[in-house]
């Protein structure tokens, strides 16, 4: 079943932005940790931005050191839902993007979840 989902990828152009959002379900009772991960063709997975929670209160996000400066993650109004939010976009960013959380639900212990990946083209 979906547990997390995504919106906000699309194709743009060297220097534009990008806001993705991820929204977890409401099965998942607490997240301690959301991030973003993305996955260029032919490439591995990779981290790109994480932040974590404990006793409602978020640290501070760490980066790739290849998105500092341009990407921000944050905590929507929502508990739940969270962005990153890509700015002078470049072409090594394109790949398909995916939201990750680390919490638990009513079905047990802490675990990961994942979204469907949304896909983000950077063009000249």
């Known amino acids: 079943q979906v547990q997390l989902v995504e919106s906000g990828g699309g194709s743009v152009h060297t220097g534009d932005s990008l806001r993705l959002s991820c929204t977890a379900s409401?099965?998942?009772?607490?997240?301690?940790?959301m991030a973003w991960y993305r996955q260029a063709p032919g490439q591995e997975r990779e981290l790109v931005a994480r932040?974590?929670?404990?006793?409602?209160?978020?640290?501070?996000?760490k980066y790739d050191d290849s998105v500092k400066g341009r990407f921000t993650i944050a905590r929507e109004n929502a508990k739940n839902t969270w962005s990153l939010q890509m700015n002078s976009l470049k072409s090594e960013d394109t790949g398909v993007y995916y939201c990750?959380?680390?919490?638990?639900?009513?079905?047990?212990?802490?675990?990961?979840?994942w979204g469907q990946g949304t896909q983000v083209t950077v063009s000249p």
């Open positions: 990750y959380a680390e919490g638990y639900d009513l079905t047990g212990p802490i675990r990961d979840y």
């Open positions: 409401e099965k998942i009772i607490v997240v301690l940790a």
């Open positions: 932040m974590e929670t404990r006793d409602n209160v978020d640290s501070d996000a």
